[in-house]
């Protein structure tokens, strides 16, 4: 039987935002732009690019603006229409058509576990990818449709993973398995971040391709540090019971989440548009003297 398609993403967007206070006390993070782009709608973009039609927000009170980004604003695009900017009125139309995109609120912070398994009856019985919106990934093939071509390759639930120092280790969770092939290991450990004598130098990036046994597991994993539901631990039981890969990604990563990671996001992804390339590197000249 072949392998079903990834159809289905769950983003978290649950959180507070607290790294980013106070810009975040009124804006959702989500919705910090890099350079002029929101962060969500890198994420969505590559979920889309990877075959998914239905996206799957997981949010709080006070996050409904994430959604708003995802709607037609009729006002705006007529304001747009009058003032003869049709090409910036159907980039806003684009945005609101590029996937479906529904909310459920996760009504209490217990955890990305429970953050996932909220999305339990929207996703059904069928594969999905889980994408952690902190991290935002600039490959030619887009992280999400590198793991999801993984998947179907070999019809086990795959994460994300990524070399990393030794001395950061203790900041991820690491895995470690049996080579599969040059970018995949059967993960037969992992370790939430590991305070010593890691398994290996492999992190993981916040992108998972996950069967929907996942749930049933989710549904037994006990509360862990901080009386949450932890992810990893239910992958650690994924990986003893079904199976569970890791897929070296090809491509840069940068953690949104971060203040330092999200100013080189930000650079990074200027550097890239035409218009503001060649200024850009001027003042970086300038300033880095």
């Known amino acids: 039987m072949p392998t079903q398609k990834i159809r289905?993403?769950?983003?978290?967007a649950a959180g507070l935002g607290t790294r980013f206070l106070p810009a975040t006390k009124a804006v959702p993070k989500e919705l910090l732009p890099i350079v002029d782009t929101p962060t969500?709608?890198?994420i969505v973009e590559e979920a889309v690019a990877?075959?998914?039609r239905d996206v799957i927000l997981i949010c709080a009170r006070g996050k409904d603006s994430i959604v708003d980004h995802f709607d037609i604003a009729a006002e705006l695009e007529a304001h747009l229409e009058r003032a003869g900017k049709t090409a910036l009125r159907k980039q806003m139309r684009d945005i609101a058509q590029m996937a479906n995109v529904v909310a459920i609120r996760q009504q209490e912070p217990l955890g990305l576990g429970h953050a996932v398994l909220c999305a339990k009856d929207v996703v059904g019985d069928e594969p999905f990818v889980v994408m952690l919106g902190d991290d935002v990934i600039d490959a030619k093939v887009p992280g999400t449709k590198q793991l999801a071509d993984c998947w179907e390759r070999h019809g086990l639930g795959t994460?994300?993973?990524?070399?990393?120092?030794?001395?950061?280790?203790?900041l991820y969770g690491i895995a470690a398995g049996k080579t599969v092939d040059e970018r995949t290991i059967r993960i037969e450990r992992l370790?939430?971040?590991?305070?010593?004598?890691?398994?290996?130098?492999?992190a993981v990036i916040g992108r998972y391709v996950l069967p929907p046994e996942i749930f049933g597991i989710l549904e037994q994993v006990r509360p862990g540090v901080g009386g949450e539901i932890q992810l990893t631990d239910a992958l650690a039981v994924l990986a003893r019971e079904g199976g569970l890969l890791g897929y070296r990604f090809e491509g840069d990563r940068?953690?949104?989440?971060?203040r330092l990671g999200y100013l080189k996001a930000n650079v990074a992804f200027a550097l890239k548009r035409p218009e503001l390339r060649a200024q850009l590197q001027e003042w970086l000249r300038e300033v880095s003297r």
Do not use: F, W
Request: proline share 15%; glycine share 4%.
């Open 40 to 42: 969500i709608q890198y």
């Open 191 to 202: 370790v939430e971040k590991p305070k010593q004598d890691p398994p290996s130098n492999l």
């Open 8 to 12: 289905k993403a769950v983003i978290p």
């Open 159 to 170: 994460i994300a993973l990524m070399e990393v120092p030794r001395e950061e280790t203790p």
């Open 254 to 258: 940068y953690d949104a989440g971060d």
């Open 50 to 52: 990877a075959g998914v």
